[in-house]
């Protein structure tokens, strides 16, 4: 924070709000970015130039310069005030609880956030939802432009098929204009690369994009507003290609070309495709679950401010720092290991037959034991209460009783049975041994199994963790 107002001091050009939102401000995200993201996007040599006293200066022109002078250093004022006063917002709503989430990309961090928000601030979630639709639709398109290329290169395809392909190519122009649009700032200034061409991953800096359907159409935000519009159309087009979406995915032939595929598409993140006819109907907007399933990559460090909103933490201000968990990402993380009061651990128990993103050599169960040892053994999470989600157990479920074997992948569990229970409590053990073996303290660790995507079972769970937070004594909480 403090950070982000040296930047203001030194930039008169820069708009406070579009890089940072005092907790006291009424946002409409509860959400800001950590510093170190916010200082990426500021040319610090363009933005405040020195200015050097003018040779041959009319007394004209001095005048004019005076009065710049003069008008800058109000403004700079004004701006040193304000981030005193930010300053002194933050020590008065200083974080009663700060919860840190790790786990390597894709295990559900965000999406345990998101569970965090549906049920302590449900009123700020509500009023974020509508603008998870522009994730959804571009969720979808990428599912699709997938199935299309996977089609491109099959030896024949039936007819229906290439009519469908040409129906659907207007999709293409609603991936670009939708992943331009997340990836802008709320002056439609693209802050980070859209999207891996060919992945079907959505990377995203921040919550920028949320404030969307909130703003109004003043001239200032008019390139914003354009942005807007052209997600408006794309929505447009998704249901104008409604019928022809739900018939690609219904066709049998999409299913036997998608056979084979590393990762079954169905249990890639973000995938929609099953209830298209649904998303693509006018009038759509997303449901709590489609909240939590839809993917929104993360990039960097972020800090997410709950004003609590449940009566029994009401007036209560809880941080949750959520971060990107690639592995180019992880070096970011250690500066937020300050001050933290409970750390959220989440292993995707499903990852066990698939290898990293960004590195196709390592697989992601080992990657997650990797971390896991080292966030373990982290003195300065010395003092921290630790909470292990196993999660995504769902996927799991599906993938053993599909027939993939467990031990095909991970050896050591040899001639144990090929069910989710058996496997769960195998890797819980695992965990748990390492968990001890690098604890020194004797501090207790809680397991749960979870799956991020059903917020009913995530609510049991978030009321155990809250039991622990609001015991206030986190370190002596029992084992569970
Ligand atoms: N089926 C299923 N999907 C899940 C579960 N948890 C998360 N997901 C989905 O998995 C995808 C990835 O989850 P995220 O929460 O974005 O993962 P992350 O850990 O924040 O990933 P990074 O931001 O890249 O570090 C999303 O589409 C989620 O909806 C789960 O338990 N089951
Ligand atoms: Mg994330």
């Known amino acids: 924070m403090v950070f982000s107002g040296h930047l203001r001091a030194i930039s008169p050009r820069t708009d406070n709000r579009s890089t940072f939102q005092s907790p006291s401000s009424p946002s409409l995200t509860n959400s800001r970015i950590v510093p170190s993201i916010v200082t990426s996007s500021v040319d610090l040599d363009n933005e405040w130039p020195l200015m050097s006293p003018i040779e041959n200066e009319t007394g004209a022109q001095r005048e004019r310069r005076l009065e710049a002078e003069r008008e800058a250093k109000c403004i700079n004022d004004a701006i040193e005030h304000e981030i005193e006063q930010d300053r002194a917002e933050r020590k008065r709503h ?19 956030l998101r569970n965090f928000q549906l049920k302590f601030t449900p009123t700020a979630f509500a009023a974020e939802r509508a603008a998870w639709r522009a994730v959804i639709d571009l969720n979808i398109v990428r599912s699709v432009r997938y199935i299309l290329d996977v089609l491109a290169s099959a030896p024949a395809i039936p007819e229906e098929l290439r009519r469908l392909r040409v129906a659907l190519s207007p999709l293409r122009s609603v991936e670009e204009a939708l992943a331009i649009f997340l990836a802008s700032d709320e002056h439609g200034r693209p802050v980070a690369r859209p999207a891996d061409e060919h992945g079907l991953d959505v990377k995203v800096r921040g919550s920028r994009w949320k404030t969307l359907f909130n703003r109004s159409m003043t001239e200032s935000t008019r390139q914003y507003t354009q942005a807007y519009e052209e997600v408006l159309n794309a929505r447009r087009i998704i249901e104008a290609c409604r019928d022809d979406l739900v018939a690609l995915w219904a066709h049998p032939a999409v299913k036997e070309n998608l056979e084979g595929q590393s990762v079954p598409l169905q249990f890639q993140s973000g995938f929609f495709l099953d209830q298209v006819g649904r998303i693509a109907s006018s009038g759509y907007e997303p449901s709590s679950d489609d909240v939590l399933k839809a993917r929104i990559q993360t990039q ?11 009566a029994a933490e009401s007036g209560q201000t809880w941080a949750i720092v959520d971060v990107g968990g690639n592995r180019h990402q992880r070096a970011a993380w250690i500066p937020y290991f300050d001050d933290v009061n409970m750390l959220l651990f989440l292993a995707p128990v499903s990852a066990f037959d698939q290898t990293l993103a960004e590195d196709s050599s390592v697989n992601r169960l080992w990657d997650s034991f990797l971390i896991w040892r080292t966030v373990c053994s982290s003195k300065l999470l010395r003092d921290v209460s ?37 496997v769960l409590t195998y890797l819980k053990e695992k965990f748990v041994i390492i968990f001890r073996q690098a604890t020194t303290n004797n501090r207790p660790l809680h397991v749960h199994y979870t799956c991020a995507t059903d917020s009913r079972a995530t609510a049991i769970v978030l009321a155990r963790i809250r039991e622990v937070i609001l015991t206030g004594n986190f370190m002596n909480a029992d084992l569970l």
């Open 300 to 310: 960097g460090v972020e800090e997410h401010l709950l004003k609590m909103e449940t």
């Open 94 to 112: 200083k974080p009663e609880v700060k919860i840190l989430l790790l786990g390597q990309a894709e295990s559900g961090k965000s999406t345990m």
């Open 386 to 422: 630790f909470i292990l989600l196993l999660n995504k157990y769902d996927i799991l479920d599906a993938k053993l009783k599909s027939g993939i074997q467990f031990a095909s992948h991970v050896t050591s569990y040899k001639r144990r049975p090929n069910e989710t229970e058996a």
